[in-house]
């Protein structure tokens, strides 16, 4: 689960896996949520492991902004598979597509500026895609959903760039490099698909073209992960949560970890607000 808080009067949330500790993370997401006009959830995929607990996110904040790559693939029946059918049949709800413009979303309206979030894929007419999707909703459900994933670019007026890809695999990005589908943008902090596991390992050409300063390695078992050698990285199982403040163009890093926190040598202790005390471990220049 991510979220931006951004400092324009929106507030966006990306995928969710709540399981644990969910009263302190629900009472955090709430406060921000009452702070902002705009709250919009965005769902990189139908995996369980991203959408865990948004029965319990959507009681809380009533999500009226729902945003997913638009697809008709059967879920294995839940509360929050449940939850996830009736966001998808809501009227204003948003299908992710590669150049959407949307209110707030990346385009000012009603005196709100944007949130500075692009969507850079999927190219819905691409035969890449329509392909990939076809085999996940048809019968003998062939597909790999972990490829319909979109790629999420977030930009900060002189300061911070960020990339998000679901889950995307390996052999999936190739095609879409291959096929010049996406204008590669550089980047600051890249967060590694499919939880930075080796199935998921971004391309040596994608990672030349986006020059992460910072690549965040999520949760999964150690023994699955890249460790992306010759790039700068943080892993969450050793981390824990992270913070990124990204109020200028020294972005500084946090973790909740203190004892992986010691290692570094800009380590130092702070409350960050009533619900986290981070430790900050570093500043990315951008």
Known sequence: MFYIKHGTDNFTIIDC?????SENILEEIKKIHDEKTITRFILTHPHKDHYTGLTELHETLNILNFYYVKNNIELTESDDSTTFEELKKRDNVCYLKKDLKRRYMNEDGNNIKHSGINILWPDIESEIFKEELEKCENETKTGNINNIS???????????????????ETEMM???YENELVDWPEIDVLF????????GKVPTDILKKTNPKLIV?????????DYYENYTHITQNSCGNILFNCENNLVEVYVSDGNYAKQFNSYEAETIDEYNEMYKIGEIEV
Do not use: Q, V
């Open 150 to 168: 979109p790629i999420i670019k977030y930009s900060l007026e002189n300061s911070i760039t960020c990339m998000w890809m679901g889950d995307l």
């Open 174 to 176: 190739e095609k879409i």
């Open 192 to 199: 590694a698909p499919h939880h930075g596991r080796t199935t």
């Open 17 to 21: 896996c709540i399981n644990e500790n």
């Open 217 to 225: 390695i999520g949760e999964a078992n150690s023994e699955n992960l």
